[in-house]
């Protein structure tokens, strides 16, 4: 194995963990990490004193019950949000002491909630997220063709690409705008509940890109996801949350048990091994009356 990753993160004095596929991925090292930050909207305090590093190379899922802050943290490590106190770092400096356009060729995000331009085409919108790639006279370049056209084929919206987005599906408008988000090509990629509005099969699609994403294009992915089961099932990392603050975190396999679902959810279960993936899995317990 070469000592420097897709990343250029020397790995020679860096601890590794190993991945489900066998690879070895940085168990220290982080482009992307949170300082002691205190986040909330006006007056009211989500977290306080929240600090969490987003282990580069890996694919990591912040689950929760609603309300508990994953989305707030989310907003918080994109530069949405600022925070009270405390700072976000990429790549060792604040993220706000960047240009926005170069957060944004490092970072993509999918927000929870997108609306696009009145009366937009699909590859219009999609190709938006060449922006940052771009000089300040525009020039439309291969690169940003080849960028759009992958995208597109990836999130299977080619077949929709001259028609107008707000004609679209609650579904088809999502898968849109993960296309955009990456043709962006950033190496770090942020999705905030990117399976609403998917039926179960685009749902497991969409997963499956972010893992193969993450896996053969040495991507950083951190998602926020209702399914737990999913997040055991394609998360390297995971990182629980309760009430603003994070109560665990590590492999699924390390820290999915029946005490931490009840104790964070409120629901009791069994975890048996996923027959498929050999993950964790998560069954409720029947509830008789």
Known sequence: MSSENTLGVDLKNVDVAEKAD????PATSSRLQARDITIGYD????????????????FTVIVGPNACGKSTLLRALSRLLTP?????????????????????RRLGLLPQSSIAPDGIRVADLVARGRYPHQKLIRQWS???????????????????SGR???ELSGGQRQRV????????ETPL???????????IAYQIDLLELCADLNRTKGRTLVAVLHD???????????????????VAQGPPADIITADLVEDVFGMPCRIIDDPESLTPLVIPLVRRR
């Open 177 to 184: 705008w993960v296309a955009m988000v990456l043709a962006q």
């Open 164 to 166: 107008l987005v707000d």
């Open 228 to 246: 737990l089961n999913h997040a055991c099932r394609y998360a390297d990392h995971i990182i629980a949350m309760k009430d603003g603050q994070i």
């Open 43 to 58: 007056k009211r305090i989500i977290s306080e004193s929240l600090s969490v590093e987003i282990p580069d190379g890996a």
């Open 84 to 104: 009270n106190s405390g700072s976000v770092l990429l790549d060792g400096k604040a993220i706000t002491s960047y240009p926005a356009k170069e957060v944004a």
């Open 22 to 25: 066998g690879r070895q991925i």
């Open 142 to 160: 291969k690169a940003d063709e080849t960028a759009v056209v992958a995208a597109m084929e990836s999130t299977g919206v080619t077949e929709l």
């Open 189 to 199: 990629m942020l999705l905030d509940e990117p399976t609403t509005f998917l039926d």
